[in-house]
Structures are given as structure tokens and as C-alpha cells.
């Protein structure tokens, strides 16, 4: 059974950083992409950004990869989204995602974490 399992997400304040990780188990880790969405009160769900089964990252934007770095450790199957000079505009509930190679669709979530980034 695919499961991913978020952590790591919690108050901060603007400038702060946060590590969310994400905990997989079921597939066979190495040959999937990776990626990491966001939903903030309110709003659509968002691409934040992605690690390729080969190591290639994509991000949102220009703002979301500079201050943010998508990483893959596939001997222990977790997939980390490293943040930095977190901005209010931060705050979401991000949730990690899984597809196959080839998949033209993100198959399997995690149920989220939630960031919070307040003064």
C-alpha cells in the first residue's frame, strides 16, 4: 500500500526557515517523482516544486527557488522541502505527492502539513 506521511510543518515567523519531510513506504521509491504542492486558506491547491527519479528539479517559480530546495534520499525513501526566508504568503497546508515514471499524473498524496508564518 502507497502512503506518504508529512512532518515537520509549524509556526514561524517571516525570515524563519522549516524543513518539511515526507515519509514514503509502498513503491518502489527511486523510480518515482517526487513533488510538493500547497494550499492556502482559501485558495487552489499549487505546484511548489519537484525532484525528477533523476535527480532534475523543477520549481514554481523564481521566488519559490530561491528560497526553496525540493531533495530526494532514496536509500531511506523520504523526500525533504527545505525553506527559507519564509513569507506570510507561505502559509499553507503542503502536501507531498508521488507519481511514476512516465505518469502524466500526480498518483498518490500525503494528507499535509501545515505552515504557518506570522509575525
Known amino acids: 500500500q502507497v502512503r506518504l506521511v508529512e512532518y515537520g510543518g509549524g509556526s514561524v515567523q517571516p525570515g524563519d526557515s522549516l524543513t518539511l519531510t515526507c515519509m514514503t513506504t509502498g513503491f518502489t521509491f527511486s523510480r518515482y517523482d517526487l513533488g510538493w504542492f500547497r494550499q492556502a486558506p482559501g485558495k487552489s491547491r499549487e505546484f511548489v516544486g519537484f525532484?525528477?527519479?533523476?535527480?532534475?528539479?523543477?520549481y514554481a517559480t523564481s521566488d519559490v527557488s530561491d528560497r526553496f530546495i525540493v531533495a530526494r534520499d532514496n536509500a531511506r525513501s523520504t523526500v525533504t522541502l527545505q525553506m527559507a526566508n519564509l513569507k506570510t504568503e507561505d502559509t499553507a497546508t503542503y502536501y507531498c505527492?508521488?507519481?511514476?515514471?512516465?505518469?502524466?499524473?500526480?498518483?498518490?498524496w500525503g494528507q499535509g502539513t501545515s505552515v504557518s508564518v506570522s509575525s
Open positions: 505527492t508521488a507519481r511514476d515514471a512516465g505518469a502524466s499524473s500526480w498518483d498518490h
Open positions: 525532484i525528477s527519479r533523476r535527480n532534475i528539479t523543477v
